[in-house]
């Protein structure tokens, strides 16, 4: 069983940054390919960003597009995600997860059989 960990979460300000890291129990993480959502109170849980294993490709939700970034280090099995230019509707749990089984699902939270506890990032207007 995979653990994923996420950290980094927290308050800020509109126009700031946060940078968000997801550490993996397993090395096995590396040939996943690897992604992140967030959840507001009462909506559903939302694709924002995933890389593939290689790290080559990553996709976006359209929302985030050009203020977030996501990167993975196999080396440390871990992946991170960026963010600039946050805003007040950013506010959500973020989680972190992870596609074992290659759904290739990159946009769906069915695509992935490992998530994260999630962790708060709040950004005041």
């Known amino acids: 069983q995979v653990q994923l960990v996420e950290s980094g979460g927290g308050l800020v300000q509109a126009g700031g940054s946060l940078r968000l890291s997801c550490a993996a129990s397993?090395?096995?993480?590396?040939?996943?390919?690897m992604g992140w959502f967030r959840q507001a109170p009462g909506k559903e849980r939302e694709f924002v960003a995933a890389?593939?294993?290689?790290?080559?490709?990553?996709y976006y939700a359209d929302s985030v597009k050009g203020r977030f970034t996501i990167s993975r280090d196999n080396g440390k099995d871990t992946v991170t995600l960026q963010m600039n230019s946050l805003k007040p509707e950013d506010t959500a749990v973020y989680y972190c997860?992870?596609?074992?089984?290659?759904?290739?699902?990159?946009?769906?939270?069915?695509?992935?059989?490992?998530w994260g506890q999630g962790t708060q990032v709040t950004v005041s207007s």
């Open positions: 397993e090395r096995a993480v590396s040939t996943y390919a």
């Open positions: 890389i593939r294993w290689s790290g080559s490709i990553a």
């Open positions: 997860a992870a596609d074992r089984l290659g759904s290739g699902s990159y946009y769906s939270p069915m695509g992935y059989d490992y």
